[in-house]
């Protein structure tokens, strides 16, 4: 059993994420109820800033300690702090401006969408590794896996870490010198996310804002397929975004990549080039290319979207590294590990 005073007295402790103030303090509890015969209780909390990875493990935390105080069942709203609450903080230097970083209009970061018309065509593959690719040339780059729902970069990238949070900012894992963020950092046991459309966007714009990213030369973002609600999202957020399309030979799936090409075309967003993946099988008995998938699709892609075809990827597995283990990440001397190399080079060029 459990009272309201008892639940208040745990929760006033908790900080908000944001403000590193105690609830109490911010005024942040906005409801505590108990149903005693049941052990359930239910509180209402006001937060600086809502639909973050920290008030997700707050929510966790507060559930944590209310069922260890006795509470059989806990349930949890979010609300926004009101504006006169936060004009307090704002007056006393505890709210940061989140007009400095990647969004601001001084940033020196190019963004580059990797995208394609359907699933399948190694979209992601190809985001992993052209990521690794730049950061072999020397640049300093970051990755987003902005698939929010069929997320793998982890998994493909062979990361077992997650992010550690420093104040209210999350630092991103790093890995073959690329900074990684995914939603399959903030989920359990690899489980479906089942949200919709207002909150994808809220935890990609967390993505951006709330992520320690420091310098970065490019961004790399792996779009899910398609023109849903998350390419849609990543569209408005930025006003200035280079966009590689990615398809297989085969001429539907080219005329597939064509509508991400084109959406990108009408928001504005410059078309780097277009990526041919599984472009044939090369034998390694006989030396012989099949092309399983058809031939032309790249060649009829780029030249629909009036841009450049900047590599054609062959079929082939990496060469897996017990020790190091990373999926999908082809090495530098692979022969398609070269071939990504010699794409990440022209992109450089091409952006000057």
């Not at 963004?111 to 730049?134: E, M, Q, R």
């Not at 104040?167 to 894992?173: D, E, H, S």
């Not at 031939?295 to 629909?304: R, S």
């Not at 990440?344 to 091409?350: S, T």
Request: glycine fraction near 10%; aromatic fraction near 6%; hydrophobic fraction near 40%.
């Amino acid at each position: 059993m459990i009272t309201e005073q008892q639940a208040y007295d745990l929760v006033k402790k908790m900080e908000d994420p944001l403000l590193h103030k105690t609830l109490e303090e911010t005024n942040g509890i906005l409801e505590v109820k108990a149903k005693e015969e049941k052990a359930h209780v239910s509180v209402k909390i006001a937060l600086a800033k809502t639909g973050t990875p920290e008030q997700l493990q707050l929510q966790m935390k507060i559930v944590d300690t209310l069922k260890k105080a006795g509470a059989a069942t806990v349930g949890i709203r979010f609300a926004a702090l009101s504006e006169e609450e936060l004009e307090k903080h704002r007056a006393s230097g505890d709210l940061q401006s989140d007009a400095a970083g990647l969004l601001s209009p001084n940033s020196k970061t190019t963004f580059i969408a990797i995208a394609s018309g359907k699933g399948g065509v190694g979209k992601s593959t190809v985001s992993v590794n052209l990521a690794v690719a730049l950061a072999r040339l020397g640049k300093k780059v970051g990755l987003i896996d902005a698939d929010i729902y069929g997320f793998s970069v982890p998994d493909m990238m062979g990361i077992t870490t997650r992010p550690k949070v420093k104040g209210n900012q999350i630092i991103p894992v790093e890995r073959f010198g690329v900074k990684v963020i995914s939603m399959g950092f903030f989920v359990e046991d690899n489980s479906p996310v089942i949200w919709r459309g207002p909150m994808l966007g809220k935890m990609l714009n967390n993505f951006f804002t709330e992520v320690e990213w420091g310098e970065l030369d490019y961004l790399l973002l792996d779009l899910p397929p398609g023109t849903g609600d998350v390419a849609l999202d990543v569209h408005t957020m930025l006003p200035s975004c280079k966009e590689i399309i990615v398809t297989t030979p085969h001429p539907t799936a080219a005329f597939v990549a064509a509508r991400a090409g084109a959406m990108a075309l009408r928001t504005n967003h410059e078309i780097l080039g277009v990526i041919e993946n599984m472009s044939y099988f090369e034998s390694k008995l006989t030396g012989e290319k099949e092309f399983v998938f058809g031939q032309g699709g790249g060649d009829k892609l780029a030249d629909e979207l009036r841009t450049e075809l900047l590599g054609k990827l062959p079929l082939q597995q990496p060469d897996w590294n017990e020790e190091d283990f990373a999926p999908s990440i082809y090495d530098a001397n692979h022969r398609i590990g070269r071939i990504y190399g010699e794409v990440a080079e022209k992109m450089v060029q091409i952006l000057g």
